[in-house]
């Protein structure tokens, strides 16, 4: 994804956004959580629900959310996208 702009919740005054490129290939997934989502020593369980499941993408990010709540114990701030190239190298 390339924006022209700072990522949400970034001002000009503020630096250590990194820009990362990614090539992705039909069946990869990309996963994007924020900061409220996780924390930075547990992601295990996220890497877990992405093995296991055979889920709609839709279905995972909204899991992903709710299943943070309860390993976070925070119920704001938490957002997930999740990205599925298909077979066809179309996002899903």
Same mark, same amino acid.
């Given at each position: ?21 990614? &090539? ?38 909204? &899991? ?9 114990? &925070? ?18």
């Amino acid at each position: 994804m390339i924006g022209e702009t700072l990522p949400a919740g970034l001002s000009e005054s503020e630096r250590g956004a990194e820009k990362t490129e990614l &090539r992705l290939l039909p069946g990869d997934t990309a996963v994007l959580v924020s900061d409220g989502t996780v924390d930075a020593d547990d992601d295990d369980w996220i890497r877990k629900l992405l093995a296991e499941t055979t889920m709609d993408p839709r279905e995972v990010a909204a &899991r992903i959310v709710r299943e943070s709540r309860e390993h976070t114990g &925070r119920s704001d701030d938490g957002s997930a996208l999740v990205l599925k190239v298909s077979e066809k190298g179309k996002m899903i």
